[in-house]
């Protein structure tokens, strides 16, 4: 995608910078937020005659992918359009954090595009180390290949503190004074003055 609407370069349009989402440092970090589990092996799903899907790869020794028990999972955490059938990535890996950090496991963010939705999870992985699975479900009508290297599930280290919320009037000083730098500068405002470049190695 173009970082610019239509590929113009900056300018100021509707009291807007002329720029597209592909310049947006919070859909950016989300992106790019974290680690992320890939698929090692390339997964085919075909359609059979009763409609049903399922799923080969090609692999020796351990499942990729397995069932999940239905019963587990309530209906209400199916998106629309995915098929009710619950399925399960099986992950071969241990994660161990540090003390007082968990581990966000969610479905790669800005991703609506991949054949299948990844349910999302928190784990105290500074205290268990054993592998976590992940339950998903497939698009009613996907049938072809999803190719290996497919992330799968995103990785977000997540600091456990109690948190306390302050709920108070605006603050129309502070307001004003965020309006009044914002059109002065307009161009990457966001990330000139406040965005701070996010690590993961």
Not at 173 to 185: A, G, W
Request: charged share 25%.
């Amino acid at each position: 995608m173009s970082p610019h609407i239509k590929g113009k370069v900056d300018s100021f349009k509707y009291d807007n910078i002329n720029s597209t989402i592909k310049r947006c440092n919070p859909v950016g970090d989300a992106f790019n937020t974290g680690y992320f589990l890939v698929l090692e092996n390339a997964i085919s799903v075909t359609k059979l005659e009763d409609g049903k899907q399922e799923m080969h790869w090609g692999r020796g020794g351990k499942d990729l992918v397995t069932t999940h028990s239905q019963e587990q999972i309530h209906l209400d955490l199916v998106p629309t359009g995915f098929s009710k059938v619950a399925w399960k990535f099986r992950n071969y890996y241990g994660i161990k954090t540090p003390k007082g950090y968990s581990t966000l496991f969610t479905h790669p963010l800005n991703r609506p595009e991949l054949p299948f939705f990844t349910l999302q999870g928190v784990v105290d992985t500074d205290t268990y180390h054993n592998p976590v699975n992940f339950p998903f479900f497939l698009k009613k009508d996907f049938e072809g290949i999803i190719p290996a290297g497919t992330p799968i599930v995103q990785v977000i280290p997540l600091k456990r503190e109690k948190w306390n919320k302050f709920v108070s009037g605006p603050n129309l000083v502070m307001m004003e004074k965020f309006q009044i730098s914002h059109d002065r500068y307009k161009n990457r405002w966001y990330k000139n003055f406040f965005w701070n470049r996010k690590e993961y190695k």
